[in-house]
């Protein structure tokens, strides 16, 4: 069987089901009709290297279309880091050096957006609430709460330093 036919009934015996597992992981239509096709497109070029003694037809068609996923993921990552950098820069240059208050609250912002939403959550819910209440907010104890802001506001402190040098 040529590349073509194997194309053809790859693509009757494993689109749906593979159509709807990238929308599942996605979350978007039009994203997963986009990595379905390139998956096809992937698998129709790199067919010389599939081997059937390493496992199923199937299960090479998801890794190529997980790998796929992942290669968005990160592309998508690093613009949404550049388009960040640059609102950060523009927003610097703009305050110039007469509002050094001002640049310092983007930076915060900015490392404060960096963190995991664990850490964000107590960082934030300590800004307005005592530390026993965050605790009971966030069902850990006094002590637990205390320590993890100690962590935190250190994490900050490298991360608006990190910024600072790279503005």
Known sequence: MD????LKKWFSEYHRELFLFLRKLSRDHHLAQDLIQETYVRAYLKFHLYDPSRGKLKNWLYRIAIN?????LRF????QETVRKLSVEKQLES???KNG??????LLERAVDS???????ILLLSLDNKLEEVGRILDLPEGTVKSRLFHIRRELQSLIEKLETEA
């Open 115 to 121: 963190l995991i939403p664990e850490k964000r959550e």
């Open 76 to 79: 998508e990552s690093r613009e």
């Open 101 to 106: 208050e001002e640049c310092f609250k983007i």
């Open 3 to 6: 590349a073509n036919e194997t």
């Open 95 to 97: 305050q110039g050096d």
């Open 68 to 72: 796929l996923y992942h290669d968005h």
